[in-house]
T-cell receptor, first 113, second 115 residues
Framework: SQTIHQWPATLVQPVGSPLSLECTVE??????LYWYRQAAGRGLQLLFY??????ISSEVPQNLSASRPQDRQFILSSKKLLLSDSGFYLC????????????FGDGTRLSIL | AQSVAQPEDQVNVAEGNPLTVKCTYS??????LFWYVQYPNRGLQFLLK??????LVKGSYGFEAEFNKSQTSFHLKKPSALVSDSALYFC?????????????FGPGTRLSVLP
C-alpha cells in the first residue's frame, strides 16, 4: 500500500532563517506531488506541484521554492523565512489519473518567531 | 475558471440527527468530485468521490454524497451523526482532462456534532 511521510511534524524558526521540509511517498511510482499551505485551520493554498523529477510548477509567487530530486521526494525550501510563512504545510500525492483522489501527509506546523 | 463553494462556514447538528454539508461547483464540462475530512493537526483524509453513474455515492464512515448535475452540487450527507464526526470537511473538484493538474478545493466547512 502507498504511504506518505512528512517531517518534521512541528518546527519553530526565527525570521530570516532557512527552511527545508521534506515529503516522501512509498509504494507508488511517478506520483504527482503537491505542497499546500493552510492558514488558521481553513482553506488550502496550492504552493507547488510536480508531475515528474525536476518538473516544478509554482502557483503563488513567494519566497518559497520546491524541488523534486527523486521520483518520490518533494522538498519545500526557503532561504529566508518571513513572519507570513507561518502556517500548516501539507504534502500530497496523486496518480496521473484524473479520477483518483489526492492523499495527504500529516503536515508540518511551522511557527515563525 | 474552476471554483468550489461551501456556503456554510459552520454546521452544527445534534448527535443522532442527519447531517448535510453543502458544496456547489463551477467547472466546465463534467468534473470529478471529491470529499475530504480533516481532524485537528492532521492531513486531509479522502472520504468519497463521484466519477459517473449513480448520483448517490457511498464512502467511508457511513458518509454519502448526492451529485446533482443541474444544480452543480455535491452535498455530503450522513443519516445519523456521531460526535466523532466533528471535523473540517472539504469539497474538491478536478477537471476530467486535467492530467497532472490541480485539484480545486472549497474553503471548508466546520462540522460540530453536539452530544
Amino acid at each position: 500500500s502507498q504511504t506518505i511521510h512528512q517531517w518534521p511534524a512541528t518546527l519553530v524558526q526565527p525570521v530570516g532563517s532557512p527552511l527545508s521540509l521534506e515529503c516522501t511517498v512509498e509504494g507508488t511510482s511517478n506520483p504527482n506531488l503537491y505542497w499546500y499551505r493552510q492558514a488558521a485551520g481553513r482553506g488550502l493554498q496550492l504552493l507547488f506541484y510536480s508531475v515528474g523529477i525536476g518538473q516544478i510548477s509554482s502557483e503563488v509567487p513567494q519566497n518559497l521554492s520546491a524541488s523534486r530530486p527523486q521520483d518520490r521526494q518533494f522538498i519545500l525550501s526557503s532561504k529566508k523565512l518571513l513572519l507570513s510563512d507561518s502556517g500548516f504545510y501539507l504534502c500530497a500525492w496523486s496518480t496521473g489519473i484524473s479520477n483518483q483522489p489526492q492523499h495527504f501527509g500529516d503536515g508540518t506546523r511551522l511557527s515563525i518567531l | 475558471a474552476q471554483s468550489v463553494a461551501q456556503p456554510e462556514d459552520q454546521v452544527n447538528v445534534a448527535e443522532g440527527n442527519p447531517l448535510t454539508v453543502k458544496c456547489t461547483y463551477s467547472v466546465s464540462g463534467n468534473p470529478y468530485l471529491f470529499w475530504y475530512v480533516q481532524y485537528p493537526n492532521r492531513g486531509l483524509q479522502f472520504l468519497l468521490k463521484y466519477i459517473t453513474g449513480d448520483n448517490l455515492v457511498k464512502g467511508s464512515y457511513g458518509f454519502e454524497a448526492e451529485f446533482n448535475k443541474s444544480q452543480t452540487s455535491f452535498h455530503l450527507k450522513k443519516p445519523s451523526a456521531l460526535v466523532s464526526d466533528s471535523a473540517l470537511y472539504f469539497c474538491a473538484v478536478r477537471h476530467r482532462d486535467n492530467y497532472g493538474q490541480n485539484f480545486v478545493f472549497g474553503p471548508g466547512t466546520r462540522l460540530s456534532v453536539l452530544p
